[in-house]
């Protein structure tokens, strides 16, 4: 298992490392000047000269990518180029917003496309199989963003039963998660279908092992021997879906938070690439991505302590 640990952060770190270079090579390779770029073609000359001198526009790129990566490895961010905070601490206000929706429509996902699954898998090919199938199949081709512009219109706008935009007055817990009804449906809705057709995939290969036909031969109950057994093998590969739905999620969460105004990451990226920060973009897409590949991680290591099978195929 420290063996499996160790590659898997290795290879963690690797995809990070990519990442920084990438961040820092946007930079220069958009046409132009980017001191230019981000205050303007009316900025003075003394603007952008102050403008480079902060960003270490000055310097040359090999002393400027080591400066930015040794301020990202030390957690500093940049600054913000209009109001001059730090990135961390905006990213930090905002990425409680992006979590607890990207943890409302992943919870609910689960909560309904795994039991849809397994009532899929045991009565195979029955109407329930049909219409989950159609279901599925339904929910993973509609457009999140979609998903968000029609909610918002029927349950917002005409039916009156939820918020239309915000996350809530802080301190209220009731209204914010009132609040997140309508985006965590509209971010989740697609990762039911996918859920249930893995799920139902899995469920249907463990059913023909012999260990399956084996309890159900000694007449154990068909609820122990789907839930106790089959399905205790069938959602190791959806945890695996899991963690990458989440992680997924993370950058999903973006039409839903500008549809919805909601505060988050998402947002964010979006403010700052229409205002052309390139800080707060940067710490922002480093943050989420680090995040995400957290969270790959995490999954990753919990199959391999679930599943012998896996760290010992590395």
């Known amino acids: 298992m420290i063996a499996y640990l160790i590659k898997r952060l290795g290879l963690s770190v690797a995809v ?20 230019t770029i981000a205050l303007g073609p009316r900025a003075t000359p003394e603007a952008i000269a102050r403008y480079a001198a902060k960003m270490h526009l000055d310097e040359p790129v090999w002393q400027q990518f080591l400066i930015y990566v040794t301020n990202a490895l030390s957690g500093d ?15 930090a206000e905002r990425i409680g917003f992006t979590l607890a929706l990207a943890c409302a429509g992943m919870g609910w996902a689960v909560l309904l496309g795994v039991p849809l699954g397994c009532l899929a898998a045991v009565r195979s090919n029955s109407w329930l199989d049909r219409v989950t199938g159609v279901l ?20 917002a706008v005409e ?29 989740g809705l697609g990762w039911v279908g996918y859920l249930a057709r893995m799920v139902r995939a899995s469920m249907l290969e463990v ?13 154990l109950r068909p609820r122990r021997v789907v ?29 839903a938070e500008i549809i919805f105004a909601r505060p988050g990451i998402g947002k964010l990226i ?15 897409v480093l943050v989420a991505t680090t995040l995400y590949i957290g969270v790959v991680l995490l999954s990753d290591l919990l199959i391999a302590w679930l599943d012998p099978r896996v760290r010992e195929s590395l």
């Open 136 to 155: 599925s199949v339904g929910t993973i081709a509609v457009p999140s963003f979609l998903v968000s512009i029609w909610a918002l219109l029927i349950f």
């Open 16 to 35: 990070i490392a990519a990442v920084i270079l990438v961040l820092f090579s946007l930079l220069h390779l958009i046409p132009g000047d980017p001191a």
């Open 270 to 284: 979006f403010d700052s690439v229409m205002a052309r920060n390139f800080p707060v973009v940067q710490g922002a």
């Open 77 to 91: 961010l940049g600054v913000d180029v209009f109001s001059d905070r730090p990135v961390r601490a905006m990213v």
């Open 227 to 255: 839930f106790g057994y089959a399905l205790r093998v069938a959602i190791l590969p959806t945890i695996t879906l899991i963690g990458m739905g989440f992680g997924g999620l993370i950058s999903a969460t973006v039409f």
């Open 207 to 219: 059913m023909g092992e012999t260990y399956i036909r084996a309890a159900r031969a000694f007449g």
């Open 159 to 187: 039916l009156r039963w939820l918020p239309a935009i915000g996350a809530g007055e802080p301190g209220d817990l009731g209204d914010q998660l009132l609040h997140l009804v309508l985006p965590a449906f509209a971010v």
